[in-house]
């Protein structure tokens, strides 16, 4: 959980790391050069929280007591991947301290944006429409969109332009919300390497458009 992040700020913070790293390496844990670029690894990185799904946290106790009890674990923020009623979000908030940090989309694999049906299509951008809503209401920043997939009866060039279509579409919305849509690396059999990912967000030239980039997804 984290605010997000500009391409140029991660990659500024990925090569502070790794030269951090090879300054460790050429002059041991206690040289001079490993402290300072040490320093400049944590100047340039940003500083990163510890969040859970709430899909994660089972059983039947109310929304505040699994808010209360996911802070009593160590965690700072939840992402939300439901619609939940948004007087109770406050208040579970507020009573835990817990931060919504954003929610994930609801329907993005049972009504992709890449669908060949364009009634499918509108009924997945309403969705995620709602989701935006949603996270505003619960303070929010980031809306987690799964874009396409690609299937036998689509193609992956179809799933990318038809999802990027349907992706600008959103942004109207997003931009009047103040949620960033945030395109998540997953098992989708699209948007896999690092280049793909940065084409298909920098085609879409919005600033309101970023990437959700999961550590574990590139296995």
Same mark, same amino acid.
């Given at each position: 959980m984290t605010s997000?992040?500009?391409?140029?700020?991660?990659l500024a913070a990925a090569g502070a790391a790794a030269t951090g790293a090879a300054a460790s390496l050429a002059t041991g844990p206690l040289g001079s050069s490993a402290v300072l670029a040490d320093s400049e690894t944590k100047r340039l990185t940003p500083p990163l929280h510890k969040a859970v799904k709430f899909s994660m946290v089972s059983g039947h106790a109310p929304l505040a007591e699994?808010?209360?009890?996911?802070?009593?674990a160590g965690f700072e923020g939840v992402?939300?991947?439901r619609h939940l009623d948004h007087d109770e979000v406050r208040r579970a908030k507020d009573e835990s301290g817990l931060v919504v940090h954003g929610v994930v989309g609801y329907d993005h694999w049972g009504?992709?944006?890449?669908d060949p049906d364009p009634a499918v299509r509108k009924a997945g951008r309403e969705s995620f429409i709602r989701t935006l809503h949603d996270c505003?209401?619960? +303070? +929010?920043?980031t809306a987690?969109?799964?874009? +396409?997939?690609?299937?036998?009866?689509?193609?992956y060039a179809d799933a990318y332009q038809r999802s990027q279509d349907e992706v600008r579409?959103?942004?109207p919305v997003a931009e009047e919300l103040q949620i960033f849509i945030c395109i998540e690396n997953v098992w989708n059999d699209m948007l896999y390497s690092p280049l793909e990912m940065a084409r298909y967000i920098d085609e879409i030239n919005s600033p309101w458009v970023g990437s959700y980039f999961d550590v574990g997804n590139c296995v």
């Open positions: 997000p992040v500009n391409r140029r700020e991660f699994k808010f209360r009890m996911l802070k009593q992402d939300i991947d009504k992709p944006l890449s505003k209401a619960y +303070g +929010g920043t987690l969109l799964v874009p +396409g997939k690609v299937l036998k009866h689509v193609p579409k959103l942004i």
